[in-house]
């Protein structure tokens, strides 16, 4: 926010709004999965050992699920790392409204009040946030799901429950 109230993009927001769907989903992945690889880090006892197992995006969550993070948000990360993958292996890959529905579908209800959130924080006035492109319902996805992770690191460096 600004001094006048007014709702500022941050950097991660404007790198994906700025990006083409691929670049946006490949840049969004990188940035969720850091903040997933800083919670791990900061469960176990010494991280290089985990690094050594070479652990694709689907088995972090799975750790950081065996470590603590609330279960719940698994299957919403998960589906975000599939995404990724989609668009990884497969060329004609596009966010179809189905895709990212899909992908908003398997979100926690936490998950999907921070993607409304950010949403709401944007300018007015706006359309519903189902009728908006499905490359700006994923940035906004994307946003959610780093926001959570940045929650969930705070809540865990003061010691606090990781729900």
Aim: hydrophobic letters at 40%; proline letters at 3%; zero cysteines.
């Amino acid at each position: 926010m600004t001094t006048d109230g007014e709702y500022q993009l941050n950097d991660f927001e404007k790198a994906l709004f700025g990006e083409d769907e691929l670049g946006a989903v490949v840049r969004g992945t990188i940035h969720v999965e850091t903040k997933l690889l800083e919670l791990i880090g900061l469960l176990v006892e010494d991280e290089s050992y985990i690094r050594r197992l070479n652990l694709d995006f689907s088995q972090h969550v799975n750790l950081a699920v065996a470590l603590g993070l609330n279960a719940e948000y698994a299957k919403g990360l998960r589906a975000f790392g599939k995404l990724r993958n989609d668009f990884a292996h497969k060329l004609d890959t596009v966010l179809s409204k189905e895709r990212v529905h899909s992908l908003y579908e398997a979100l926690a209800s936490r998950e999907k009040h921070l993607v409304q959130q950010s949403y709401l924080l944007t300018d007015d006035p706006k359309p519903p946030f189902n009728d908006l492109p499905p490359k700006d319902q994923f940035v906004y996805i994307a946003v959610a799901l780093h926001t959570l992770l940045e929650i969930v690191l705070g809540e865990t460096t003061m010691g606090q429950d990781m729900s």
